[in-house]
């Protein structure tokens, strides 16, 4: 049996994104060189996508609600972020000194609704929210690319998130187009011949992860990367399909 080669490709040449940009076209633009392939899969930062969206916030024009102000004195935040914040939430997980934990509107739970400081603006006041809706995101982006380049291009647009229970922020997504979100192995064979029972394989969170490696987490400027050689069962996912449903959910 052949063995799988897995490689990631940093895509150069992509400007400051601003809001309105094409970024479809952008990133089309950017991936020619490298000369996309059927099973290709491009991995796009939220910040970017985000960006063209134009899902900045002034926090100057942001006025905080009671309950803002309440857990921003706990959590010791800008009352006006908190506000941003509890927006963009359905339900306030944990609060704590520095550490404001919620269940986004998408369903994930993470750190602050994953909005974003770093790498946005130089006005300190400007914050950026996720992608209205991340999984619509990847299906536009994945439809351009494969109309570009005469192939289908899965795309997955991912975010870096901190885990509960270890330390350090990981790639994760939050869209994906073109390929399964979670792809099922139950079933298969084992190398003694044992069949899996209950083996579901994040399959988009591991390829975000892979390509967050590449794209790092400061100033080096890389927003895409393409990935080559992961194999899957073709199918339409979503990162939706990831998210642990609320009642299934041990530790929140």
């Not at 059927?38 to 905080?64: C, I, M, Q, Y």
């Not at 309950?67 to 509890?86: G, N, Y």
């Not at 069949?195 to 400061?218: C, F, K, N, Y």
Request: with cysteine; charged share 20%; hydrophobic share 45%.
């Amino acid at each position: 049996m052949t063995r799988p080669t897995l490689q990631l490709f940093p895509v150069a040449g992509l400007p400051i994104v601003r809001p309105g940009d094409d970024l479809a076209a952008l990133l089309a633009t950017a991936i020619a060189p490298l000369r996309p392939q059927a099973g290709d899969v491009l991995v796009v930062t939220s910040k970017v996508v985000a960006k063209a969206e134009g899902r900045f916030v002034n926090l100057r024009e942001v006025t905080p609600s009671a309950r803002a102000i309440e857990l921003a004195t706990i959590a010791q935040k800008d009352p006006r972020l908190v506000e941003v914040i509890l927006r963009e939430s359905s339900e306030v997980s944990r609060v704590a000194p520095n550490v404001l934990v919620t269940r986004h509107r998408l369903g994930f739970v993470s750190a602050n609704a994953a909005i974003d400081h770093s790498n946005v603006s130089p006005d300190p006041d400007v914050v950026l929210l996720m992608p209205d809706d991340p999984d619509a995101s990847a299906r536009r982006i994945a439809e351009r690319l494969g109309a570009a380049f005469g192939c289908a291009i899965p795309v997955v647009i991912c975010d870096s998130h901190g885990r509960p229970h270890r330390l350090g922020t990981v790639g994760v997504a939050v869209g994906v187009a073109g390929m399964p979100g979670v792809e099922d192995w139950r079933g298969r064979e084992d190398l003694f011949g044992y069949r899996l029972q209950h083996t579901e394989i994040g399959l988009a969170d591991m390829v975000a992860s892979a390509a967050t490696l590449v794209m790092g987490q400061a100033a080096e400027g890389t927003p895409a990367v393409l990935v080559r050689g992961v194999r899957f069962a073709p199918r339409e996912g979503s990162a939706a399909e990831i998210i642990r449903p609320a009642h299934l959910d041990l530790y929140h």
